[in-house]
């Protein structure tokens, strides 16, 4: 991709400038599109090969920021970059995320990632890669404080009174106390509490382990069938798993190649 005009002359500083986002993000939107994901990994380049392709894509923009560059520039569609939580504490997740719902009036999401490889860990030098199920029992921990800091502020905990010189009413900011095996964490948030409440959690899921931690923990699953018969096959995994009273909506992540002949190959 990176070799296309589009990817660097039409607008100007490549696939790391904001042109080149807001670019894409313009005809999503008027593609009449309800959200695009911005994805995101701790790898310089996508794959899990720790060496450097010189003929690939390489290096990364943060998939937060991009959102939020995009943000200003969009006024309906949906913002999802993807975050990992491996190697990243929560409460800054939170924050970021909080921080786009404000910046976009209430567009934001969260694509949760784990990051599983030696290198990747090797980047931050504070642990081994953990193993499968530790990834996802970390996550599924990381999702639940970050639910509980967007909630750690009432919704009208801001009250602007200029009358009496208070700006936000302290009853209305809660600890969240949240203690478990991978996390402890006390909170309040320092964002107040997001436009929607609580923004979109999404989830890419390609095994039973990780469609039984999308059905507990994300809102919106992405799954890559090869056909009917295994499309059915993952709903009926990840209806298994859903836990009950929760509404998760199942998306399938497919490849689209566009052409302008339609009839090209």
Do not use: C, M
């Not at 409460?91 to 599983?116: E, Y």
């Not at 999404?202 to 699953?221: G, T």
Request: aromatic letters at 8%; charged letters at 25%.
């Amino acid at each position: 991709a990176w070799r296309y005009a589009f990817a660097h002359n039409a607008t100007g500083g490549g696939q790391l400038s904001g042109r080149y986002w807001a670019a894409l993000a313009g005809t999503a939107e008027r593609g009449l599109l309800d959200f695009l994901t911005i994805d995101d990994s701790l790898d310089v380049q996508p794959g899990r090969r720790p060496e450097i392709s010189p003929r690939r894509l390489a290096g990364r923009a943060d998939a937060t920021l991009v959102a939020a560059r995009i943000a200003p520039v969009t006024k309906h569609i949906g913002l999802i970059p993807v975050a990992t939580v491996t190697h990243t504490e929560p409460f800054h997740v939170s924050k970021a995320i909080a921080t786009l719902d404000h910046i976009s009036h209430g567009r934001a999401g969260w694509q949760v990632r784990v990051s599983p490889t030696a290198h990747e860990a090797g980047l931050f030098g504070r642990r081994a890669a953990p193993a499968a199920d530790e990834l996802f029992d970390e996550a599924a921990d990381a999702v639940e404080v970050v639910r509980r800091l967007w909630d750690s502020w009432e919704d009208d905990a801001v009250i602007r009174d200029v009358a009496t010189g208070r700006y936000i009413d302290r009853d209305k900011l809660h600890y969240i106390d949240f203690a478990g095996e991978h996390f402890s964490v006390k909170g309040p948030s320092i964002t107040p509490r997001p436009p929607q409440g609580q923004p979109v959690v999404a989830a890419l899921a390609h095994a039973p382990r990780v469609y039984e931690f999308a059905a507990a923990s994300a809102d919106l699953v992405f799954v890559t069938p090869h056909d009917e018969d295994s499309l059915r096959a993952i709903l009926a995994d990840v209806s298994h798993a859903q836990r009950a009273g929760r509404e998760i909506q199942v998306y399938a992540d497919l490849v689209v190649s566009l052409a302008d002949d339609p009839l090209a190959p």
